[in-house]
């Protein structure tokens, strides 16, 4: 009897412990839960918040030919919209700028790169606890403007190089498009884009710089977004 009786006490102790251990994971999978859902809801807010704040940016923005705009309140070209994608260009670029820029936009479009971008945003905000789907988005939106870049390098009879890079130079500058509107499709990457077409044909790196309308050097440090 008293074997039984240890016997059916141990038992009972083993069904608790493990009742406990079973409330202890279930209580970790609801917090982990609702960490996810409340991430989801902030990066969708902020997604939401920022496009409305771009559209407002570009409701006055002066229609100059087909789908392609032009405002002051901008600093650096992209495609916006979805249905009927949009070009839009900052005030002050000389109609030589103009024809490759909006050719590369131009290309973003043809290629559906905007909605693409798009679609795995989505994905990145649904995943967005795992740093390998973030860094993923990132390469493939390099990946898509280097693309454009050398599409546009061998569209052009004539060598565009230095003045491209020169371009991608100045708005990488002043450029805050990418932290106002995931989901604007404009320039991204200028140092590596720029490296990227300095070997396409093995331009020095110094007359780059020394040729630049504001003389500023490219260093390792400049910004990404132009």
């Known amino acids: 009897e008293n074997n039984k009786i240890r016997e059916y006490i141990s038992n009972n ?55 392609i705009y032009e405002t002051d309140r901008i600093d650096s070209p992209f495609v916006f919209g979805i249905i009927k994608p949009k070009i839009y260009l900052p005030l002050g670029i000389c109609e030589r700028e103009q024809e490759y820029l909006i050719h590369h936009e131009e290309v973003h479009i043809k ?8 679609v795995y945003f989505l994905a990145v905000i649904i995943h967005w606890f795992n740093p390998i789907v973030w860094k993923a988005f990132e390469l493939m939106t390099q990946d898509m403007e280097m693309s454009c870049d050398e599409r546009v390098m061998k569209d052009f009879k004539i060598d565009i190089k230095v003045d ?13 498009l990418d932290l106002l509107c995931p989901l604007a499709f ?41």
């Not at 290629?111 to 798009?118: A, E, G």
């Open 13 to 67: 102790l083993n069904i608790e412990a493990f009742n406990l251990n079973r409330s202890k994971i279930e209580y970790i999978l609801w917090i982990a839960i609702i960490l996810w859902i409340a991430g989801i809801i902030l990066l969708s807010l902020h997604t939401i918040i920022s496009y409305i704040k771009m559209r407002k940016k570009i409701c006055t923005a002066t229609l100059i030919k087909n789908n």
């Open 111 to 118: 290629r559906f790169d905007y909605i693409v971008k798009q």
């Open 164 to 176: 491209y890079s020169n371009s991608l130079l100045e708005f990488a500058t002043t450029s805050t």
């Open 186 to 226: 404009g320039e991204n990457y200028a140092k590596k884009r720029i490296e990227n077409i300095l070997k396409y044909k093995n331009i020095p790196l110094s007359y780059i710089t020394k040729s630049s309308p504001q003389n500023k050097p490219l260093s390792l440090t400049c910004g990404e977004s132009p």
